[in-house]
């Protein structure tokens, strides 16, 4: 783990020498990343999105409070600007960055309303609507009714109002958004990539941790509860009740989607999988993480982050971790097929919660940022693969 900072300005070609020369040339290592502090503001942060807010081809770094939300435009890896998003709108942790309006600019919809990008982002506020939708902790951008546009589905955390349900955007999405019930809810169970076609009939069900909603009529208006999603000897709720991260894709590369999950705000969290056995009829689980961590995986991404050609599975040390220092990992998928991992500890001593990962430079290779949730330092971690995958070449 290479270690960098805003106010410490090493040279970068030094680093990447460093990387070099602790790798070894004949076999391909596994990436390192190298640290960066964004800055530090905030406390009791959500709403994370790594998106181009300002359309110059790199990936912005979106976060917010409760009632306030911040984007950091990314000029380099040792330089973000932070600009003022907009205040007002309440949510928990939930939010998340998309085109809201359809005039091609990134918006960003945090729990009770929206905020529009007017296409000058750095030097104008983002105007401010009420969507008439719940406070919640996790919300997801997808097309639940098939009409090739976006939705979003949110579940509530507040104890008096456990639901999960999803809102159509209206045509002007100034106008009170249209909510439709899918079900119950827990404290987080759909973020932040919890929707897929898991029955393959052609449309979006949903993952709510402990169970998936099946999609009855393909518009979103009939639902049917499938309750089989049971950790490998049992879920671990903890003082707020069960919450999972959660990610749809096809992890065993077999053509049907499975399910990651992460466990959240418990002391003990376990990273698993359950495989898809049978169109979505079957589903057997299986460990990713060591069974006992003692960390809070309150962050969940799944991505190629070693440019193999399969998913791996990155997570971090989140806000009731019990037994510091925080850590954060990614299980490199081995043999393509999730039947063999191998934990790769990327960075230790930091608070990870609500982590996102996207190739936030455009070099070809996948980094990670986040932010802690008591706390206020964001981070950014660069995956140097491709930087010492040059030197090699070259060497």
């Given at each position: 783990?290479?270690?960098?900072?805003?106010?410490?300005?090493?040279?970068?070609?030094?680093?990447?020498?460093?990387?070099?020369?602790?790798?070894?040339?004949?076999?391909?290592?596994?990436?390192?990343?190298?640290?960066?502090?964004?800055?530090?503001?905030?406390?009791?942060?959500?709403?994370?999105?790594?998106?181009?807010?300002?359309?110059?081809?790199?990936?912005?770094?979106?976060?917010?409070?409760?009632?306030?939300?911040?984007?950091?435009?990314?000029?380099?890896?040792?330089?973000?600007?932070?600009?003022?998003?907009?205040?007002?709108?309440?949510?928990?942790?939930?939010?998340?960055?998309?085109?809201?309006?359809?005039?091609?600019?990134?918006?960003?919809?945090?729990?009770?309303?929206?905020?529009?990008?007017?296409?000058?982002?750095?030097?104008?506020?983002?105007?401010?609507?009420?969507?008439?939708?719940?406070?919640?902790?996790?919300?997801?951008?997808?097309?639940?009714?098939?009409?090739?546009?976006?939705?979003?589905?949110?579940?509530?955390?507040?104890?008096?109002?456990?639901?999960?349900?999803?809102?159509?955007?209206?045509?002007?999405?100034?106008?009170?958004?249209?909510?439709?019930?899918?079900?119950?809810?827990?404290?987080?169970?759909?973020?932040?990539?919890?929707?897929?076609?898991?029955?393959?009939?052609?449309?979006?069900?949903?993952?709510?941790?402990?169970?998936?909603?099946?999609?009855?009529?393909?518009?979103?208006?009939?639902?049917?509860?499938?309750?089989v999603l049971t950790a490998p000897e049992g879920n671990r709720p903890d003082r707020y009740g069960l919450a999972?991260?959660?990610?749809?894709?096809?992890?065993?590369?077999?053509?049907?989607?499975?399910?990651?999950?992460?466990?959240?705000?418990?002391?003990?969290?376990?990273?698993?999988?359950?495989?898809?056995?049978?169109?979505?009829?079957?589903?057997?689980?299986?460990?990713?993480?060591a069974n006992h961590t003692n960390q809070d995986f309150h962050s969940l991404a799944v991505a190629d982050f070693?440019?193999?050609?399969?998913?791996?599975?990155?997570?971090?040390?989140?806000?009731?971790?019990?037994?510091?220092?925080?850590?954060?990992?990614?299980?490199?998928?081995?043999?393509?097929?999730?039947?063999?991992w191998v934990q790769h500890e990327i960075l230790s001593g930091k608070r990870c919660h609500e982590a996102k990962?996207?190739?936030?430079?455009?070099?070809?290779?996948?980094?990670?940022?986040?932010?802690?949730?008591?706390?206020?330092?964001?981070?950014?971690?660069?995956?140097?693969?491709?930087?010492?995958?040059?030197?090699?070449?070259?060497?």
């Open positions: 783990m290479l270690s960098y900072d805003i106010r410490d300005r090493r040279c970068l070609s030094a680093a990447v020498v460093g990387i070099c020369l602790s790798c070894s040339l004949a076999a391909a290592a596994f990436p390192e990343f190298a640290y960066y502090t964004i800055d530090r503001i905030g406390k009791q942060m959500g709403q994370t999105s790594l998106v181009d807010i300002d359309k110059d081809g790199d990936l912005d770094w979106v976060v917010g409070e409760r009632a306030r939300t911040w984007w950091f435009e990314y000029v380099s890896a040792e330089k973000w600007i932070r600009h003022d998003l907009g205040q007002g709108v309440r949510t928990d942790v939930g939010g998340t960055a998309f085109d809201i309006d359809g005039d091609g600019w990134i918006d960003q919809f945090c729990g009770t309303g929206w905020y529009r990008n007017t296409g000058k982002p750095r030097t104008e506020p983002f105007e401010r609507f009420d969507s008439g939708t719940i406070i919640c902790h996790d919300n997801v951008a997808a097309d639940i009714n098939g009409d090739g546009k976006l939705d979003v589905v949110a579940i509530s955390d507040q104890k008096a109002h456990l639901v999960t349900v999803w809102y159509e955007i209206p045509a002007n999405p100034r106008e009170k958004w249209i909510e439709h019930k899918i079900g119950g809810g827990i404290h987080g169970g759909v973020g932040p990539h919890g929707i897929g076609d898991l029955d393959g009939d052609g449309d979006d069900d949903i993952v709510r941790g402990d169970v998936w909603f099946e999609n009855l009529d393909g518009k979103g208006l009939q639902w049917s509860e499938h309750a999972i991260k959660v990610w749809v894709c096809d992890l065993d590369a077999d053509g049907d989607l499975d399910i990651v999950e992460a466990e959240a705000d418990t002391v003990d969290g376990r990273v698993f999988w359950f495989e898809n056995k049978g169109g979505a009829q079957n589903w057997t689980g299986r460990l990713i993480s070693d440019n193999d050609g399969d998913l791996d599975v990155f997570s971090g040390g989140g806000p009731l971790t019990e037994k510091p220092p925080h850590k954060w990992f990614i299980w490199e998928n081995k043999d393509g097929k999730a039947a063999t990962a996207a190739d936030v430079d455009a070099d070809g290779d996948i980094d990670i940022c986040s932010k802690p949730w008591n706390g206020d330092e964001h981070i950014y971690l660069r995956n140097m693969l491709k930087e010492t995958s040059n030197i090699q070449g070259r060497s």
